[in-house]
């Protein structure tokens, strides 16, 4: 059921030209879910590509996950001190990430990130920092706003976000957008000896990303700043390792969240002791850092992920996903318009409306109406996310389904 909630769209959404407005994702209000699929007020059932905008990598309430944490509910979620679970998810990421002996525990993202930026200033004792991609909400971070999720970002059109000081971008905070390296090495250049960290998240780094990569960790190390790895969205994802693991990169501190705890609101940051010590008399605990429950999650859900079969087969779902609609964007006739990519990794599948702007807008606005019609949750401009509950039927399914809906409802704009 989606809600008419006329004069509101959804982001970067315009109204479609006929039929119902689509709302945007947001206007559903959803119940329940089960491993893919999840069930709005009416009952109607959805298979979700969405998975909370990355956390739900094993898939709604996993039976494994749930018992860990209502067992760990019952003993009491929040203590002032260690434990041994926390013992033992730093002792699981040491093994997963050797480079890095030291955890710090965080709620979110956003929170992580800041963390992170405090660590590394305090290390180096500069001040600036260098970001490429989305890194949370938080004022120095957002401002100004890129649509990092887009495929092809363009960093000339950033806005600025109201109630944020320092608009239209904070003094301390230089945006890079990931594709000119020489324009990275400029910036490293007018700030020599300034720039405390690089925070990179990297799914906006260009192909080929592992050359691209060594090159930043190079010239960071070379400019004696901190290379912060954001894997918010690509550990336990791309790879169990992230992206370093999948290129062996060695980096300073990392950030980890989204998949590490199906859902439960955890964050890490991790890296070498030395930076941790140096760092020691910083302040970084607030009130829920030790909290449990998510600490349990993550251990079930590292563990789960640590199957053989699991991350390939988010890659291969998502790759069938890719394959399956480009082949039908062909059949259609649509793939001037439309294309099926990989967000560098194919767990992350993009829809890529191409083309004249106007045309594509419509396009877009249309397809994802009625695909939310038809039972399927997918992000306009932004990356789906594949989780371990989804089949090959479910993926089967909704490449037939929007097959169905460009030879129907698409094909005369
Ligand atoms: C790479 C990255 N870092 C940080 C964040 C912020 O995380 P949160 O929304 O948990 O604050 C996000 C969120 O999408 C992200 O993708």
């Given amino acids: 059921m989606i809600k008419d909630r006329t004069g509101t769209t959804g982001e970067g959404v315009a109204p ?31 298979v979700d590509y969405i998975c909370g905008y990355g956390p739900i990598v094993l898939g ?16 009491g979620i929040l203590f002032p001190s260690g434990s041994p679970l926390i013992d033992e998810l730093s002792a699981t990421l040491h093994r997963l990430f050797p480079d890095s002996d030291r955890f710090h525990l965080a709620k979110t ?8 930026v405090r660590l590394a200033r305090a290390f180096t004792g500069r001040a600036k920092v260098i970001r490429c991609g989305f890194h949370g909400w938080h004022d120095p971070f957002i401002i100004p706003y890129v649509s990092w999720h887009k495929y092809e970002i363009d960093i000339s059109r950033t806005r600025p976000v109201s109630g944020v000081p320092h608009e239209p971008s904070h003094p301390l905070v230089l945006t890079w957008d990931g594709r000119s390296l020489q324009q990275l090495a400029e910036i490293y250049l007018k700030n020599r000896g300034q ?35 954001d894997e918010a969205k690509t550990g336990f994802r791309v790879s169990l390792r992230g992206v370093q693991g999948l290129y062996g ?9 989204k998949a590490i705890a199906n859902g439960f609101p955890l964050a890490v940051v991790m890296g070498r002791a030395e930076i941790f010590d140096r760092a020691k008399n910083t302040k970084l605990k607030g009130t829920f850092n030790t909290e449990l429950a998510s600490v349990a999650a993550a251990l079930t859900t590292i563990s789960i992920m640590e199957r053989p079969d699991s991350v ?25 318009s439309i294309r099926a990519v990989a967000y560098r990794w194919p767990c992350m599948p993009y829809i890529w409306f191409t083309g004249r702007p106007e ?4 396009l877009k606005a249309l397809f994802y109406q009625r695909l939310t019609e038809r ?10 996310y594949i989780c371990l509950s989804h089949t090959m039927q479910d993926v089967g399914k909704t490449v037939q389904h929007i097959e169905d809906i460009l030879s129907n409802d698409l094909s005369s704009l």
């Fill in 195 to 229: 720039v405390a960290a690089m925070v990179l998240d990297p799914v906006q780094l260009r192909e080929p990303v592992a050359d691209n990569l060594s090159y930043i960790c190079d010239l960071t190390r070379r400019e004696g700043a901190l290379l912060v790895l």
């Fill in 60 to 75: 709604h309430a996993d039976a494994e996950v749930n018992e860990a944490v209502v067992e760990r509910l019952n003993s």
């Fill in 359 to 362: 045309r594509a807008t419509r």
């Fill in 375 to 384: 039972g399927v949750l997918m992000l306009p401009n932004h990356m789906n």
């Fill in 312 to 336: 390939p087969k988010l890659n291969q779902l998502g790759q069938q996903m890719i394959d399956g609609l480009n082949e039908v964007f062909v059949r259609t006739g649509m793939s001037d």
């Fill in 16 to 46: 479609p030209p006929t039929g119902k407005v689509f709302t945007g994702i947001e206007s559903l209000s959803i119940v329940r879910g089960q491993g893919a699929y999840c069930w709005d007020e009416s009952g109607k059932r959805y």
């Fill in 249 to 257: 990169t060695r980096v300073d501190l990392t950030i980890l969240s």
């Fill in 109 to 116: 993202g956003s929170e992580a990130v800041a963390a992170a």
